[in-house]
């Protein structure tokens, strides 16, 4: 990542009569003194590269000294508790701030450096500064005569233009991102051959988790998601804590995150190794309509073709399968699959996870993709197991298969191919070096 580029793009943008001040996360507090693991607001990240909580940043493009960090002071004894601090002082060497001062004393110099400025930009996620800044606008207004000034200033979010710059990855950014997917394949290939009837899925998360750390990931970007059985239903399901059975598919979504950035794949694979001919129907279902819409994505196609490419293929295989009853077009039009589909198909990706930016064209238009979007493509079935009027061969069934795909000058890249994703590659690697359950728990009466 590199941030300096990333404000220089930013000031490109605007001119001298603007100001951006954008807030990093505040450190959480878990429990009595025990903070959550941080994780910083990833617009403060992109455009600061600072991990530290409780920071805010001034950039003023056009200044002699356009970029200002406002951090937390230098305190020893609060470091050897919780960790190093840069402290101002640090922020200008480190971080190349032009200028820097203690948070504390941001109420009495921020506004004082917006000098004339009459364009307030402001990145505030967590709405814990928004209050403040209005209050800075405000007094510029009370603080001249009412016809010494013409034009006052205006506050807006920051998000407009910086979103739309995070749209687009730097080589960089794909060289983290691409990073990150290596590592989530690798884990996954860890996750699948360690997958055998009677392993808890946390045993399997945890063990996820563990080769992220070995590829030099920071964390992992979201929860992971390791559901046997009927709580692959559940879309964010993240307990992780039962075991698994044979018979049973197991659906794992998880990614790495590596130098802030995200990758997030979704495989599923039955937990004993062997597809039964139902879970293979709709698992070879779920993986075509997934190759179909990952052939639309070329420069120029529109945003919604990957959803529409992929709910036709998946409308039709449910309608030649029984599953779905009607016709093709009307279902389409009544998105009738999704009692079956429920979700849509993908989202942007970076530094978050689900990442920003727009879909859509003011027009109300779906965008066109462009070269260096990163964007995941996610279809899937669920069949409930009380859907009453489906053979009940297919219920309880619930595939999701996941790719992250850079969009390039000549159409799309699959970063994710790596993570085995044919029957025939997942039923050779899955449980070809199962874990065991070593462990042993207190009885039940002994925990009541
Ligand atoms: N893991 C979250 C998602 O796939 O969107
Ligand atoms: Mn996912
Ligand atoms: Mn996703």
Redesign the pocket.
Same mark, same amino acid.
């Given at each position: 990542m590199n941030p300096t580029l990333h404000r220089q793009k930013l000031c490109e943008q605007l001119d001298t009569n603007a100001a951006v001040i954008v807030a990093g996360s505040p450190q959480r507090i878990r429990s009595k003194n025990q903070p959550y693991r941080f994780t910083q607001n990833k617009d403060f990240l992109y455009l600061t590269g600072f991990h530290e909580p409780d920071a805010v940043a001034l950039i003023r493009p056009g200044h002699a000294q356009p970029y200002v960090i406002f951090c937390r002071a230098k305190d020893p004894a609060m470091e050897t508790s919780f960790g190093a601090r840069l402290g101002p002082e640090g922020a200008v060497t480190e971080l190349g701030a032009n200028l820097a001062y203690p948070i504390d004393e941001m109420d009495k110099v921020l506004p004082e450096l917006l000098e004339e400025r009459q364009r307030i930009l402001l990145g505030d996620e967590e709405n814990r500064l928004s209050a403040r800044v209005w209050g800075w606008v405000n007094a510029q207004r009370q603080s001249v005569r009412f016809d010494d000034r013409r034009v006052f200033r205006s506050l807006e979010p920051l998000a407009g233009v910086l979103h739309e710059m995070r749209i687009i990855k730097t080589d960089a950014e794909v060289a983290a991102i691409r990073h990150a997917t290596d590592a989530a394949c690798a884990a996954h290939r860890k996750v699948m051959a360690h997958t055998a009837p009677g392993v808890n899925e946390r045993q399997l998360s945890m063990a996820f988790n563990a080769e992220l750390a070995h590829w030099d990931c920071d964390t992992d970007p979201?929860p992971n998601?390791v559901a046997g059985g009927p709580r692959a239903m559940c879309? &964010?399901y993240d307990e992780n804590d039962k075991p698994l059975e044979a018979g049973q598919m197991l659906l794992i @979504?998880?990614?790495g995150e590596f130098r802030g950035y995200a990758s @997030?794949i %979704?495989r599923t694979y039955p937990v004993s190794g062997q597809f039964s001919e139902p879970q293979k129907t709709l698992y070879n279902l779920v993986l075509a309509s997934l190759d179909a819409a990952i052939a639309t994505v070329t420069p120029g196609a529109p945003w919604g073709s990957i959803y529409n490419t992929a709910r036709r293929v998946l409308t039709e295989g449910l309608l030649e399968l029984g599953i779905l009853k009607g016709e093709l077009e009307t279902l389409l039009a009544e998105e009738g699959h999704k009692r079956f589909t429920v979700h849509k198909t993908g989202?942007y990706m970076g530094l978050d996870? &689900?990442d920003v930016g727009q879909y859509r064209l003011p027009s109300g238009e779906w965008r066109p993709l462009e070269p260096g979007m990163v964007l %995941?493509i *996610?279809p899937g079935l669920y069949i409930p197991d009380n859907a009453a009027d489906v053979d009940p061969k297919w219920r309880g069934i619930a595939v999701r298969i *996941?790719d992250d795909i850079l969009v390039t000058h000549t159409g799309a890249e699959n970063l994710s191919a790596a993570a085995p994703r044919t029957v025939a590659e997942l039923e050779s690697l899955v449980g070809s070096a199962p874990i065991t359950r070593s462990v042993h728990v207190p009885s039940e009466s002994a925990l009541r």
């Amino acid at each position: 990542m590199n941030p300096t580029l990333h404000r220089q793009k930013l000031c490109e943008q605007l001119d001298t009569n603007a100001a951006v001040i954008v807030a990093g996360s505040p450190q959480r507090i878990r429990s009595k003194n025990q903070p959550y693991r941080f994780t910083q607001n990833k617009d403060f990240l992109y455009l600061t590269g600072f991990h530290e909580p409780d920071a805010v940043a001034l950039i003023r493009p056009g200044h002699a000294q356009p970029y200002v960090i406002f951090c937390r002071a230098k305190d020893p004894a609060m470091e050897t508790s919780f960790g190093a601090r840069l402290g101002p002082e640090g922020a200008v060497t480190e971080l190349g701030a032009n200028l820097a001062y203690p948070i504390d004393e941001m109420d009495k110099v921020l506004p004082e450096l917006l000098e004339e400025r009459q364009r307030i930009l402001l990145g505030d996620e967590e709405n814990r500064l928004s209050a403040r800044v209005w209050g800075w606008v405000n007094a510029q207004r009370q603080s001249v005569r009412f016809d010494d000034r013409r034009v006052f200033r205006s506050l807006e979010p920051l998000a407009g233009v910086l979103h739309e710059m995070r749209i687009i990855k730097t080589d960089a950014e794909v060289a983290a991102i691409r990073h990150a997917t290596d590592a989530a394949c690798a884990a996954h290939r860890k996750v699948m051959a360690h997958t055998a009837p009677g392993v808890n899925e946390r045993q399997l998360s945890m063990a996820f988790n563990a080769e992220l750390a070995h590829w030099d990931c920071d964390t992992d970007p979201y929860p992971n998601i390791v559901a046997g059985g009927p709580r692959a239903m559940c879309l &964010h399901y993240d307990e992780n804590d039962k075991p698994l059975e044979a018979g049973q598919m197991l659906l794992i @979504d998880a990614g790495g995150e590596f130098r802030g950035y995200a990758s @997030d794949i %979704t495989r599923t694979y039955p937990v004993s190794g062997q597809f039964s001919e139902p879970q293979k129907t709709l698992y070879n279902l779920v993986l075509a309509s997934l190759d179909a819409a990952i052939a639309t994505v070329t420069p120029g196609a529109p945003w919604g073709s990957i959803y529409n490419t992929a709910r036709r293929v998946l409308t039709e295989g449910l309608l030649e399968l029984g599953i779905l009853k009607g016709e093709l077009e009307t279902l389409l039009a009544e998105e009738g699959h999704k009692r079956f589909t429920v979700h849509k198909t993908g989202h942007y990706m970076g530094l978050d996870v &689900h990442d920003v930016g727009q879909y859509r064209l003011p027009s109300g238009e779906w965008r066109p993709l462009e070269p260096g979007m990163v964007l %995941t493509i *996610e279809p899937g079935l669920y069949i409930p197991d009380n859907a009453a009027d489906v053979d009940p061969k297919w219920r309880g069934i619930a595939v999701r298969i *996941e790719d992250d795909i850079l969009v390039t000058h000549t159409g799309a890249e699959n970063l994710s191919a790596a993570a085995p994703r044919t029957v025939a590659e997942l039923e050779s690697l899955v449980g070809s070096a199962p874990i065991t359950r070593s462990v042993h728990v207190p009885s039940e009466s002994a925990l009541r």
